[in-house]
């Protein structure tokens, strides 16, 4: 097999290598075969969450997969010799599951389970992710804080361990799950350019053309979509799937979950994907950032500073408070001391949507132990019992359960 992904320049495989070496990949390989293209990654978590597991690792595709992409292209290649494959036509490798039926907001509901893509436009769309990731990450320091911290968090958001994962994999037709996942890999690539920007560092030429078209350059979210738009990659999908991928990638990181559009199928399941993609980004922030932000003094210290907070008081401000009472969202920008932070932080469980979503937050700890640290650190016992309230009444009516 020959690779499709040898670099043209040392510069390049230089980009590659120091790329691997920030996601702590124990393999990437992509190689194109006769009949298309395989790709296999996987990551080994160094300091895994202790109520996840030790290490575990993500598969972007397992071989079971591979082969199903295998069969698809070759089953397109048999009917287009055959002069039976329409122009474009997905060819469908696996049985189809029944409505989709899962909990939102407390409520059951049920969505269209036809295919949006196929396994072969997936391998694909990673292939060219791939071929277009050194120019991306191109100027970017190996230290710099979105490298490996914002590609391992993707990785976790991929992850198909994890609760919310389960459920999906359970429920979703094989090919939407797979392309979900896909979405929890690339759905941070923004962060590249924005953290450049950030740093006010100059663009490369490659990287400015992403940026054309960029409404909101303050938006990631709308810089991962236009690159997978200039990298060919929304092209591989149908219209209605590329709408559906562009506009989750584009909203995952909106302050509030986005309202459903009209009741239109490809609105309804538009807006489940963007819904099931930010409960997965927000467990992956969360196994990514509580024990920092609870523990690490000096992670203390710097949220303190760069939110211009009071450290450690014991103190919550009583219009914060009330505004977490009400199941809001709360505003950084009226934050007096560092519990005010904790609480907001707290607070990003109002916008969980999915009960599988809230279920994971609780079993794998966070829930728990920001509410330990509120009885432990919160002088005023009312305060805490307030906090805690709150938090188990917004719980259960999503429908998951504390211990």
């Excluded at 999908?237 to 584009?250: K, L, Q, S, W």
Aim: glycine residues 6%; contains cysteine.
């Amino acid at each position: 097999m020959n690779s499709d992904f040898s670099p043209a320049s040392e510069a390049e495989q230089t980009a590659k290598v120091e790329y691997q070496k920030t996601r702590s990949l124990q393999e990437f390989a992509a190689t194109q075969t006769e009949t298309g293209a395989e790709f296999v990654a996987t990551q080994a978590w160094t300091k895994g969450p202790q109520k996840i597991g030790v290490k575990p690792t993500v598969f972007v595709f397992t071989p079971e997969q591979i082969q199903a992409g295998r069969e698809e292209m070759e089953q397109a290649l048999a009917r287009k010799a055959a002069g039976e494959l329409q122009e474009n036509e997905p060819v469908f490798i696996y049985e189809r599951k029944p409505n989709l039926v899962i909990m939102i907001n407390g409520q059951e509901q049920e969505y269209s389970n036809e295919p949006l893509c196929t396994y072969e436009q997936l391998m694909q769309a990673y292939k060219l992710v791939e071929r277009n990731l050194p120019e991306l990450l191109e100027g970017l320091d190996i230290n710099d804080a979105w490298g490996a911290k914002k590609l391992t968090h993707e990785l976790v958001v991929a992850a198909g361990k994890s609760g919310i994962s389960t459920e999906m994999k359970r429920a979703m037709q094989a090919e939407n799950y797979a392309l979900l996942n896909f979405l929890g890999m690339v759905h941070d690539l923004g962060r590249a350019i924005d953290s450049k920007i950030r740093s006010g560092k100059e663009l490369t030429s490659a990287q400015q053309e992403i940026m054309k078209g960029v409404k909101n350059e303050k938006n990631h979210g709308e810089i991962s979509a236009s690159a997978l738009r200039k990298w060919g990659v929304s092209n591989l999908f149908n219209p209605e799937t590329r709408e559906i991928v562009e506009y989750a990638i584009i909203h995952h990181s909106d302050k509030s979950t986005p309202a459903l559009e009209s009741n239109s199928e490809t609105d309804r399941i538009k807006h489940l994907i963007t819904t099931v993609l930010r409960d997965k980004d927000k467990i992956g922030l969360f196994l990514g950032k509580t024990d920092k932000y609870l523990y690490d003094l000096e992670e203390i210290k710097n949220q303190c500073k760069k939110n211009n907070l009071a450290e450690p008081t014991g103190q919550i401000t009583p219009s914060v408070l009330g505004t977490f009472e009400n199941n809001e969202a709360i505003d950084r920008n009226g934050l007096v001391s560092y519990e005010d932070f904790m609480l907001q932080y707290l607070a990003w469980i109002f916008d969980m949507n999915t009960q599988a979503g809230m279920q994971e937050a609780i079993e794998c700890g966070f829930i728990e132990k920001m509410l330990q640290w509120f009885k432990e650190k919160v002088k005023s016992e009312e305060d805490y019992q307030r906090i805690k309230k709150a938090t188990y009444t917004f719980v259960e009516k999503q429908g998951a359960k504390i211990a």
